[in-house]
């Protein structure tokens, strides 16, 4: 099942509306969006499990968030575990 606007929100705070809709139409899972928050968070331990990311949309994601927030750090108050 795809992520819903709020999904996005709690995991990469208050992106504004454009930005949520194209991470939106990635099409991402919840478990996608946790993966791809984990990698812009630079989990260590993720990247030696995994190598790179696990699927194109993780990726999309990822790429749609920092471009977002361009080199901003996230609100560490989000929910990565939820």
Do not use: C, H, K, N
């Not at 499990?49 to 996230?74: F, N």
């Amino acid at each position: 099942m795809s992520a819903t606007r709020d999904d996005v929100v709690r995991l990469f705070g208050e992106l504004d509306d454009a930005a949520i809709d194209r991470v939106l139409a990635v099409g991402a899972s919840i478990e996608e969006l946790r993966e791809a928050r984990g990698w812009i968070d630079g989990d260590e331990e993720l990247e030696i499990a995994l190598g790179e990311p696990t699927s194109a949309r993780v990726s999309r994601v990822i790429d749609l968030v920092q471009a977002y927030v361009d080199d901003e750090e996230l609100d560490e108050d989000t929910d990565l575990v939820t």
